[in-house]
C-alpha cells in the first residue's frame, strides 16, 4: 500500500516534468503512425516481385500436371489451395479451410458457323450454367431482335411467330444476359446468341442452372453486327452448339490471420485462387494470389505483434460467380462484419499490356455503380497517394461488383483494390500514360489457354505487390486514416478500364 501512494503523490511530479514533445510522442495514435510507417517501408522494401513469381511458377506446374487449369472444383484448385495453405502455415499463421458445395461448369463444345448464304465460323463463347445444345449442335435460322436501350429484355421485343424455331440474335445491355434469354425461350427461340456492346470478347454467365431455358452463348461487337446486316439483306441458317458439363462439387476457401492482433479491428485482404478451365490462370488470378503470399511471408518475417488483426483470404469458385467470397460473407456472424474494418481485393495485377486502376471508392469519376460504404473513398485515396508518392500513374476504375469485393460492400464493409485490366481495349491515352499498345487488350490471353507464365507483366506485378505491402504495413497498425475526410478528385478511369465494361468475368451477369 506505501508504494502504490508513493507512485501516486509521484504522478504529478512526473506529468509536470515531462516535456510536451515527450508526451506527444506517448500518444496512442502517434505511436500507431509511426509502427505503420516503419513496417510499411520495410514491407515496401522487402516484398519482392521476383520472389512471388516463384509462386506464379508453381501454379503454373499445379495446372500442367491436372489438366491444364486450376478451376474451382478440380485438382488443379485443390492442389493450389493446399500449397497456400501449406505456405501460410509454414510463415505462421492460423490457417483454415472454408469448404462449400457449388455446381462445376466445364465447357464441351462451343461453335458457331454460318450455313448460309455465305459460309463462315464465327468464335462463340458458352455462357456459364448455359443449357446444352444435343452433340453436333442445332441448325435453325437466325432473327434479329430490334435494338433499343433494352435490346431483348421484354416480350414486346419479340414479334409474335418471328422467333418460334430460331435462334435469337441479341445486342447486349439493358438487362442481365438470363432475362435477355428467357424472354427469348418464351418466344419461342431455340438459342440465343448475344453480341457485345463494345470491343472485346463476350464471356458471361446466366447467374444459376434454375435460370437458363436455352442455349446461349456470347460473341463480339463486330461479328454481331456482322451477322445483323447479313439478316438485313435476307435469311441468315446458322450451326449452333454449345454445351457444358455441369456437376454438383466441393471447393474450399483458404483464410489465414495473424495470431495477434485486435481482432474487434480486423484488416483483409483477398484474391481469388480458381483459374477458369479454359487454362491455368496465371494472371487471373495467379497474379492476386501469389502477390498476397509474397506480402503475408514478409509480414510474418518483420512483425510479430500487430496492433490490428490481419486476415488473408484466396477464394474459390470466383470463376462461377463470387461463390466462395459470397459463402464467406453470408456465414459471418453480425459481429465477424462489424469487426472487419477494411476488405482490399486484388484480382488480375500483372496484365501484359497493363493499366494501373484503382477502384473508385467515392465515385468521383461519375461512371457506373454509386460509391462504396464509407471508408471506401478513404482506401482509394490511400492507394492514389502511394503511388503519387512514387510517380506512379493510375486512373480509376469502377465498383461493378463483379469480383470479390462485391459481397463486402453489399454489407457495407469498406472496400478497395486494383486491378490491371482484362478483355477492355486500351486507349491511346493510356498508351502514352502506363506504355504497352493502344487498341489491344489489356490482356490478350484473358480466359483462354495463353494466361500461363509467359502472361506476366512484371513491372506492373511489382507496382501492384508493393500497393498490396504498403496497405498491409499501415493498416496492419493503423486504420485512422479510414477516419479522414477525402477530397474528391476526378481521374480519366471509366465503368471497366477501357472497354466500358468490366473485366468479363464468367460471373459477369449484366452490361
Given at each position: 500500500?506505501?508504494?502504490?501512494?508513493a507512485?501516486?503523490l509521484?504522478?504529478?511530479?512526473?506529468l509536470?516534468?515531462?516535456?510536451?514533445?515527450?508526451?506527444?510522442?506517448?500518444?496512442?495514435?502517434?505511436?500507431?503512425?509511426?509502427?505503420?510507417?516503419?513496417?510499411?517501408?520495410?514491407?515496401?522494401?522487402?516484398s519482392?516481385?521476383?520472389?512471388?513469381?516463384?509462386?506464379?511458377?508453381?501454379?503454373?506446374?499445379?495446372?500442367?500436371?491436372?489438366?491444364?487449369?486450376?478451376?474451382?472444383?478440380?485438382?488443379?484448385?485443390?492442389?493450389?489451395?493446399?500449397?497456400?495453405?501449406?505456405?501460410?502455415?509454414?510463415?505462421?499463421?492460423?490457417?483454415?479451410?472454408?469448404?462449400?458445395?457449388?455446381?462445376?461448369?466445364?465447357?464441351?463444345?462451343?461453335?458457331?458457323?454460318?450455313?448460309?448464304?455465305?459460309?463462315?465460323?464465327?468464335?462463340?463463347?458458352?455462357?456459364?450454367?448455359?443449357?446444352?445444345?444435343?452433340?453436333?449442335?442445332?441448325?435453325?435460322?437466325?432473327?434479329?431482335?430490334?435494338?433499343?436501350?433494352?435490346?431483348?429484355?421484354?416480350?414486346?421485343?419479340?414479334?409474335s411467330?418471328?422467333?418460334?424455331?430460331?435462334?435469337?440474335?441479341?445486342?447486349?445491355?439493358?438487362?442481365?444476359?438470363?432475362?435477355?434469354?428467357?424472354?427469348?425461350?418464351?418466344?419461342?427461340?431455340?438459342?440465343?446468341?448475344?453480341?457485345?456492346?463494345?470491343?472485346?470478347?463476350?464471356?458471361?454467365?446466366?447467374?444459376?442452372?434454375?435460370?437458363a431455358?436455352?442455349?446461349?452463348?456470347?460473341?463480339?461487337?463486330?461479328?454481331?453486327?456482322?451477322?445483323?446486316?447479313?439478316?438485313?439483306?435476307?435469311?441468315?441458317?446458322?450451326?449452333?452448339?454449345?454445351?457444358?458439363?455441369?456437376?454438383?462439387?466441393?471447393?474450399?476457401?483458404?483464410?489465414?490471420?495473424?495470431?495477434?492482433?485486435?481482432?474487434?479491428?480486423?484488416?483483409?485482404?483477398?484474391?481469388?485462387?480458381?483459374?477458369?478451365?479454359?487454362?491455368?490462370?496465371?494472371n487471373d488470378?495467379?497474379?492476386?494470389?501469389?502477390?498476397?503470399?509474397?506480402?503475408?511471408?514478409?509480414?510474418?518475417?518483420?512483425?510479430?505483434?500487430?496492433?490490428?488483426?490481419?486476415?488473408?483470404?484466396?477464394?474459390?469458385?470466383?470463376?462461377?460467380?463470387?461463390?466462395?467470397?459470397?459463402?464467406?460473407?453470408?456465414?459471418?456472424?453480425?459481429?465477424?462484419?462489424?469487426?472487419?474494418?477494411?476488405?482490399?481485393?486484388?484480382?488480375?495485377?500483372?496484365?501484359?499490356?497493363y493499366?494501373?486502376?484503382?477502384?473508385?471508392g467515392?465515385?468521383?469519376?461519375?461512371?457506373?455503380?454509386?460509391?462504396?460504404?464509407?471508408?471506401?473513398?478513404?482506401?482509394?485515396?490511400?492507394?492514389?497517394?502511394?503511388?503519387?508518392?512514387?510517380?506512379?500513374?493510375?486512373?480509376?476504375?469502377?465498383?461493378?461488383?463483379?469480383?470479390?469485393?462485391?459481397?463486402?460492400?453489399?454489407?457495407?464493409?469498406?472496400?478497395?483494390?486494383?486491378?490491371?485490366?482484362?478483355?477492355?481495349?486500351?486507349?491511346?491515352?493510356?498508351?502514352?500514360?502506363?506504355?504497352?499498345?493502344?487498341?489491344?487488350?489489356?490482356?490478350?490471353?484473358?480466359?483462354?489457354a495463353?494466361?500461363?507464365?509467359?502472361?506476366?507483366?512484371?513491372k506492373?506485378?511489382?507496382?501492384?505487390?508493393?500497393?498490396?505491402?504498403?496497405a498491409?504495413?499501415?493498416?496492419?497498425?493503423?486504420?485512422?486514416?479510414?477516419?479522414?475526410?477525402?477530397?474528391?478528385?476526378?481521374?480519366?478511369?471509366?465503368?471497366?478500364?477501357?472497354?466500358?465494361?468490366?473485366?468479363?468475368?464468367?460471373?459477369?451477369?449484366?452490361?
Amino acid at each position: 500500500m506505501a508504494t502504490v501512494a508513493a507512485a501516486a503523490l509521484a504522478t504529478p511530479l512526473l506529468l509536470a516534468s515531462a516535456s510536451p514533445s515527450a508526451a506527444h510522442r506517448h500518444d496512442p495514435g502517434d505511436r500507431a503512425a509511426m509502427d505503420a510507417s516503419k513496417l510499411a517501408r520495410k514491407l515496401v522494401q522487402k516484398s519482392s516481385a521476383d520472389d512471388a513469381f516463384e509462386h506464379l511458377e508453381k501454379f503454373q506446374q499445379i495446372a500442367d500436371s491436372t489438366g491444364g487449369h486450376r478451376a474451382a472444383g478440380s485438382l488443379g484448385h485443390d492442389a493450389s489451395a493446399a500449397y497456400v495453405y501449406q505456405q501460410m502455415k509454414k510463415y505462421g499463421y492460423d490457417v483454415s479451410y472454408q469448404r462449400f458445395d457449388f455446381i462445376y461448369t466445364e465447357t464441351l463444345a462451343e461453335k458457331l458457323s454460318v450455313l448460309s448464304p455465305a459460309p463462315r465460323d464465327v468464335e462463340i463463347a458458352a455462357m456459364t450454367y448455359t443449357k446444352s445444345t444435343p452433340v453436333g449442335g442445332i441448325k435453325a435460322a437466325v432473327a434479329a431482335v430490334p435494338v433499343d436501350d433494352t435490346t431483348g429484355c421484354e416480350a414486346a421485343d419479340y414479334t409474335s411467330g418471328t422467333f418460334t424455331g430460331k435462334i435469337a440474335l441479341i445486342k447486349r445491355g439493358g438487362c442481365s444476359f438470363a432475362e435477355k434469354q428467357a424472354a427469348a425461350a418464351a418466344a419461342g427461340a431455340v438459342g440465343a446468341i448475344v453480341y457485345n456492346n463494345t470491343e472485346g470478347t463476350l464471356s458471361g454467365t446466366l447467374g444459376d442452372q434454375a435460370s437458363a431455358k436455352i442455349p446461349t452463348g456470347g460473341i463480339t461487337q463486330a461479328e454481331g453486327e456482322k451477322l445483323a446486316a447479313d439478316l438485313a439483306k435476307g435469311p441468315l441458317e446458322v450451326s449452333f452448339e454449345v454445351r457444358e458439363l455441369q456437376e454438383k462439387r466441393s471447393t474450399n476457401n483458404v483464410i489465414a490471420e495473424t495470431r495477434r492482433g485486435n481482432a474487434a479491428n480486423t484488416v483483409m485482404l483477398g484474391a481469388h485462387l480458381d483459374s477458369v478451365t479454359a487454362g491455368p490462370g496465371i494472371n487471373d488470378n495467379g497474379s492476386g494470389s501469389a502477390g498476397l503470399l509474397e506480402v503475408a511471408e514478409e509480414l510474418a518475417k518483420r512483425e510479430k505483434q500487430p496492433t490490428n488483426k490481419v486476415r488473408f483470404a484466396w477464394w474459390s469458385a470466383e470463376e462461377n460467380g463470387l461463390l466462395g467470397s459470397e459463402h464467406y460473407v453470408a456465414n459471418l456472424s453480425s459481429l465477424g462484419k462489424k469487426e472487419i474494418k477494411l476488405y482490399l481485393n486484388f484480382d488480375m495485377i500483372a496484365s501484359p499490356n497493363y493499366g494501373l486502376f484503382v477502384y473508385d471508392g467515392d465515385n468521383s469519376d461519375g461512371v457506373g455503380s454509386g460509391a462504396g460504404p464509407a471508408g471506401s473513398a478513404q482506401l482509394e485515396r490511400d492507394i492514389n497517394e502511394f503511388l503519387d508518392k512514387r510517380g506512379t500513374p493510375h486512373e480509376g476504375t469502377d465498383f461493378t461488383g463483379r469480383s470479390d469485393y462485391g459481397p463486402f460492400i453489399e454489407v457495407g464493409i469498406p472496400s478497395g483494390g486494383t486491378f490491371t485490366g482484362a478483355e477492355g481495349i486500351k486507349t491511346e491515352a493510356q498508351a502514352k500514360k502506363f506504355g504497352g499498345s493502344a487498341g489491344i487488350a489489356y490482356d490478350v490471353n484473358y480466359h483462354a489457354a495463353g494466361d500461363d507464365i509467359s502472361n506476366i507483366n512484371m513491372k506492373a506485378f511489382a507496382v501492384n505487390i508493393g500497393i498490396i505491402a504498403n496497405a498491409v504495413g499501415t493498416y496492419a497498425h493503423d486504420i485512422s486514416s479510414l477516419r479522414k475526410p477525402v477530397t474528391t478528385v476526378p481521374t480519366d478511369g471509366d465503368a471497366g478500364s477501357g472497354g466500358g465494361l468490366h473485366d468479363g468475368h464468367d460471373h459477369e451477369v449484366t452490361e
